[in-house]
């Protein structure tokens, strides 16, 4: 099992960057593919971009290509998101989660979440 904390987040002016941690607890982290998902009021929770156990693959949703950069430290127990180029449709609260298999973009898929943090862009 793995408990997820994520953190970074806050309001920024359009065309802004923010970078999002993640930070797991547990022995097992590197052995567990990390997803991104966002989730704006009144919408369905979104894939933002995953990163496979070792770091080596990732995948980003058509939305952020380009824009975001998903990365990990396993020395450190944490995944980050780097979102640059913030829109104020960016604006959602962003979870992260983690998964045995590689990739999932289903949130469906995801058994273990963390709290959120909220990521505000305004225009």
């Known amino acids: 099992q793995v408990q997820l904390v994520e953190s970074g987040g806050g309001l920024v002016q359009a065309g802004g960057s923010l970078r999002l941690s993640c930070a797991a607890s547990?022995?097992?982290?590197?052995?567990?593919?990390i997803g991104w998902f966002r989730q704006a009021p009144g919408k369905e929770r979104e894939f933002v971009a995953a990163?496979?156990?070792?770091?080596?693959?990732?995948t980003y949703a058509d939305s952020v290509k380009g824009r975001f950069t998903i990365s990990r430290d396993n020395a450190k127990n944490t995944v980050y998101l780097r979102m640059n180029s913030l829109q104020p449709e960016d604006t959602a609260v962003y979870y992260c989660?983690?998964?045995?298999?590689?990739?999932?973009?289903?949130?469906?898929?995801?058994?273990?979440w963390g709290q959120g943090t909220q990521v505000t862009v305004s225009s």
């Open positions: 989660a983690a998964v045995r298999v590689y990739p999932v973009v289903l949130s469906t898929g995801y058994p273990y």
């Open positions: 547990g022995r097992t982290f590197s052995t567990y593919n």
């Open positions: 990163i496979s156990s070792s770091g080596g693959r990732t």
